[in-house]
């Protein structure tokens, strides 16, 4: 998810490490802030694979900014990992949101679908929080108010994830119109 998010930011433009870990704790921060003792790491993969490359600028005060750019290697690479995501960047939402934020880059509107769809299989089938041996209970199945609650909030994000997810795949059915 964090190599997502580092190439698909730097798809957009080059940045500095600080402005790229800025946009990337505001997509997935909330649920999993984003350590320098992890981006680095993972920008010195990227680098390392030919994905990224760095280039040193004069700081505005003091101290150098390395500015991160994705080779054209990198670009490829972000669009393969968009049309062809792990099953966990499908079922898991915090991983779907990534993929999310930068489907656009794929420009084949069915490649784009094709991953929508897979989204929607995983949503369609019957799932639940709490389960009575291997069948999924529901809210009205549930006497305590904060597990109803629970299944409540996530029936109501999953119907509207449903019909927007249908929109869009109709709508890039049709060629995007």
Avoid: C
């Avoid at 992890?38 to 101290?63: F, N």
């Avoid at 099953?87 to 939402?93: F, K, L, M, P, W």
């Amino acid at each position: 998810m964090l190599e997502l998010a580092i190439l698909g930011f730097l798809y957009d433009a080059p940045l500095h490490g600080y402005e790229l870990r800025k946009r990337i704790t505001a997509l997935t921060g909330h649920v999993k802030p984003v350590a320098e003792s992890t981006l680095y790491p993972a920008i010195k993969r990227l680098e390392k694979a030919g994905l990224l490359e760095r280039a040193t600028q004069p700081g505005s005060v003091a101290a150098p900014r390395h500015i991160l750019t994705l080779t054209e290697e990198g670009r490829r690479e972000l669009r393969r990992r968009l049309a062809e995501p792990a099953g966990r960047d499908i079922t898991d939402e915090n991983r779907w949101f990534t993929v999310l934020a930068f489907l656009r880059h794929l420009d084949d509107p069915g490649a784009q679908a094709a991953v929508l769809r897979r989204r929607l299989a995983f949503l369609e089938e019957p799932a639940s929080f709490f389960y009575d041996g291997d069948q999924p209970l529901r809210a009205e199945d549930l006497d305590d108010p904060f597990r109803r609650g629970i299944l409540t909030i996530a029936r109501a994000t999953s119907r509207a994830e449903l019909a927007w997810l249908r929109a869009t795949i109709d709508s890039l059915d049709a060629g995007g119109r």
